[in-house]
């Protein structure tokens, strides 16, 4: 298998998976458990993350850990999903990676208050 670049290709409307009342339930849970669960880790100041963490069985090792999510909560300009192999849970492993990615983007004016437009 060799890995290749698909440029041009069209975007694609997708019908609603579920209601937009749905959705912003689902989305609140998330934000919940950045606030109060296990993704609390990535709870960061003017981010407003949305999370949700995991552990996959794994029969040949350490369970695998992973943390997915968006940001800001509210009005999304980042999606994320940190997977760490035989990491054991996603809390303890997936959670501190994800932070990381989040502080950077953020400090790049991608999401959320930036040093940047702090200054201006």
């Known amino acids: ?51 949700k963490t995991g552990t996959a069985q794994n029969p040949h090792g350490n369970d695998h850990a992973w943390f997915v999510g968006f940001a800001p909560s509210a009005t999304p300009r980042l999606a994320f999903a940190v997977i760490v192999e035989q990491g054991g849970y996603g809390a303890q492993a997936a959670v501190p990676v994800a932070r990381g990615i989040l502080v950077k983007a953020q400090a790049l004016g991608l999401a959320g208050d930036s040093p940047e437009s702090k200054r201006k």
């Open 1 to 51: 298998w060799k890995p290749r670049l698909v440029a041009g290709t069209p975007a694609q409307a997708l019908d609603p998976f579920f209601s937009p009342a749905c959705a912003r339930a689902v989305a609140g849970m998330m934000r919940n458990a950045v606030l109060h669960g296990t993704g609390r880790g990535a709870d960061i100041p003017g981010l407003n993350v949305a999370g």
